[in-house]
């Protein structure tokens, strides 16, 4: 016969845990088991769950958001996906999302590729009008001084845009180049402006 190990008191056993704001929306799975921790409601400004979306259609993320909108707080549209797209199929896209109070940002690359096509102020323009609320500034892909990543950011916020900086590079050999005194430094300067 099995036995069962004694219980092992953990920051999520049920003498401690808040029940979270989604409870109310319906039965989940292990509900009866597995305590989630409490959550601020949103719009959160700290444990915050950022999604990248690879470019999945608005019925999927419809369908998708069903469950998770709960948990979610920002999703980016990676990797320049949201130029693919057919502008009133984004629109819905990012409609989706934000009727789920998710903010919504199309990524950095197409900042990044608005940078090197000197299209900034077009861009921002349009990221605003097509709903997003968001954009990431980042320098993943192309060389960018603190000044401009600072201009960058300052630019988005005049357009009425949250900002998401992203430290780091894509190419996994410049990225392990980048000192870690240097992502901090770029953390700093981003974090007081």
Not at 52 to 65: C, R
């Amino acid at each position: 016969m099995a036995t069962l190990t004694p219980q092992h008191p953990t920051r999520f056993d049920a003498t401690h845990v808040v029940t979270s704001d989604v409870e109310s929306l319906s039965q989940r799975a292990f509900d009866g088991c597995i305590a989630l921790p409490h959550r601020m409601p949103k719009p959160r400004v700290q444990g915050l769950t950022f999604v990248l979306d690879k470019g999945m259609s608005e019925l999927y993320m419809q369908d998708y958001l069903e469950d998770v909108a709960p948990y979610i707080d920002l999703v980016k549209l990676g990797w320049g996906t949201s130029r693919l797209f057919r502008t009133e199929r984004l629109r819905t896209k990012i409609e989706i999302l934000r009727n789920y109070d998710i903010r919504v940002s199309p990524g950095g690359t197409l900042m990044e590729l608005a940078v090197v096509q000197n299209c900034v102020p077009g861009f921002l323009r349009e990221v605003a009008a097509l709903g997003f609320t968001c954009v990431e500034v980042s320098d993943g892909t192309i060389e960018m001084s603190h000044t401009d990543k600072l201009h960058l950011i300052r630019a988005a916020r005049q357009a009425g845009l949250d900002v998401v900086s992203e430290v780091g590079k894509k190419s996994p050999v410049e990225d392990r180049n980048l000192q870690m005194d240097a992502r901090i430094d770029s953390v700093r300067i981003i974090s007081r402006n």
